[in-house]
């Protein structure tokens, strides 16, 4: 089981930008997925929270601001992120529950991160 994601990049204070994270591999079920970030210097967040029924949760500072989807059926969660500050620059992370066919439980896999740069 791998997650790949995708869709940083650099944008100007105000600006959107769109994550996608896909889950491939041995696949039975996928529970909560996660984005969190690390901006430098600082410690890794969580940033939002999806349940597979659709709940969502978000940090304060990113409310009304960031979207957080999902897709079952790809097996991709997404994060939709508008008004864009410099102070969301970080690298972004994406995190997911995933119960592998070949495993008794399931267990959290990390993406490999992807940059998301806001300029002022």
């Known amino acids: 089981v791998q997650l790949q994601a995708s869709g940083g990049g650099l944008v100007q204070a105000g600006g959107s930008l769109r994550l996608s994270c896909a889950a491939s591999?041995?696949?039975?079920?996928?529970?909560?997925m996660n984005w969190y970030r690390q901006a430098p210097g600082k410690e890794r967040e969580s940033v939002a929270r999806?349940?597979?029924?659709?709940?969502?949760t978000y940090v304060d500072s990113v409310k009304g601001r960031f979207t957080i989807s999902r897709d079952n059926a790809e097996n991709t969660v997404y994060l939709q992120m508008n008004s864009l500050k410099p102070e969301d620059t970080a690298v972004y992370y994406c995190?997911?529950?995933?119960?592998?066919?070949?495993?008794?439980?399931?267990?959290?896999?990390w993406g490999q991160g992807t940059l998301v740069t806001v300029s002022s």
């Open positions: 999806i349940t597979y029924g659709g709940s969502t």
């Open positions: 995190n997911a529950d995933i119960q592998d066919c070949r495993l008794r439980s399931s267990k959290y896999y």
């Open positions: 591999g041995s696949i039975f079920s996928i529970n909560t």
